[in-house]
Structure formats: C-alpha cells, structure tokens
C-alpha cells in the first residue's frame, strides 16, 4: 500500500476556501487518490477520487500533481459543517482502502 | 435508499460473552467490509467480503469471525475478547471489490463496543 502523509491539523474560517495536502510518493500508476473525511461520531464518507486529472464535484475539488505524487484537497467555501478529520487514500485493484492518520480541519466561526 | 445499517449502535460484553454486530445495506453492493477504529485513529481495515466470499483477512485474531450469509448482510462474531478490542466497528460497503481503484465506499455509523 502506497504511503500518505498529511498535516495532522488545519484551521479555516468560515466562508474562505481550504487547501488540504497529501503526499503520496510511493504510489502506483493505477492507483486513485480517494479522500474521505469523517464527521464527528460519524462513520467516514466519500469525498471525491481521481487518477491524473484534476476533478470536481458539489462537495470539493481535487488537484492533482502531474507526478502524481501529491494531491490538494479544496474545499472552496469552508462552513462549521466541515470540521471533520480528512482522509487521503490511494486505492488500487485488491479493494483495500487504507486509512492514513488524516488531517483534522477545524472551523472557526 | 443509500444506507449501510449497523446494530447494535452500543454494546457492552464481558471476556466470556459471544456476541455480533450486523450490518446490513440494499444498495445492490457486492463488496462488504469490517473496520476497527480505537479511539482517535484512522480506521483499520479487518476484512473484506467479495461476492460473499471473504478475500481479505488482515491477519485478525480468530476471536473475531465474519459472516457473510447472502450479499446484503454482513456479521461480526464475537467471542472471548479482550478489553484492547474496546473500538468502533465500521461495516462499509461498495460495489463489487472486482471494480477496485474506483468505486465509493458507503459506511455505517458504526457499533460501538467495550469490553469489559
């Protein structure tokens, strides 16, 4: 499994955009890169994946690396509903998705 | 109808006790799993169920034993555990674990157990 670091915590205020890091060096070729983030008291829930490209969707955008050895996690208009911890994970073919000690995101009002 | 149901949410068991946490979703998913999350760490992937065949065990203790009796249920049998096993287990599912590198995984809320 491909090895992720990530900032242990970021603090954003509310209504201004959030750049979340990961690293993620020894990644394959055919891995993605899935971010998930977990809400307090909550089970995790998907965010967003991609492969080379950057990618949006209604929750964040995903910037990728051209060496793909990192990727940005932005959320562009943080709210309080956002705190959460933030999880990058390269996933490939076996199913496996390996939850890394993420990033913690506060909020402040 | 996107949800993955964990029961129970809370469950206190003694060393000697046998017990199982059930999961259960209707999304048409083929790939379930089991995760185990101590408290303020990531989650840890136990096993994986594809197909309704198991086709990863993460080297757990035999004390705990999946089930998985048709692709919309999933168990967690417990029995003789250990206060150190005191953790939220996380059941999610996805699409067949065949499609891999892309498919989105549904979680529960999770069951919470302590072992005392």
């Known amino acids: 499994d491909a090895k992720t670091t990530q900032p242990n915590s970021m603090e954003s205020n509310e209504e201004e955009p959030v750049h979340l890091p990961c690293n993620h060096s020894t990644i394959s070729g055919t891995d993605y890169i899935h971010w998930y983030r977990q809400l307090p008291s909550q089970g995790p829930e998907y965010v967003i994946h991609g492969l080379t490209s950057n990618v949006n969707n209604r929750m964040a955008s995903l910037a990728i690396a051209e060496d793909r050895k990192s990727s940005t996690l932005i959320l562009h208009r943080a709210t309080l509903r956002d705190a959460a911890v933030y999880y990058c994970?390269?996933?490939?073919?076996?199913?496996?998705?390996?939850f890394g000690d993420g990033t913690t995101l506060t909020v402040k009002p | 109808d996107t949800e993955v149901t964990q029961t129970p949410k809370h469950l206190v068991m003694g060393m000697t006790n046998k017990k199982s946490l059930k999961c259960e979703q209707h999304?048409?998913?083929?790939?379930m799993y089991w995760y185990k999350q101590k408290a303020k760490k990531p989650p840890e992937l136990m096993f994986v169920y594809s197909y309704e065949k198991l086709s990863i065990n993460e080297s757990v203790p035999s004390r705990f034993s999946p089930e998985c009796p048709n692709s919309s249920l999933l168990n967690l049998h417990l029995h003789a555990l250990q206060p150190e096993d005191s953790a939220l287990y996380l059941c999610?599912?996805?699409?067949?674990?065949?499609?891999?590198?892309?498919?989105?995984?549904?979680f529960g809320e999770g069951s919470r157990l302590t072992v005392l």
């Open positions: 999610a599912s996805s699409q067949g674990a065949r499609a891999g590198a892309v498919v989105e995984l549904f």
């Open positions: 994970i390269p996933r490939g073919n076996a199913g496996k998705s390996t």
């Open positions: 999304m048409g998913h083929r790939a």
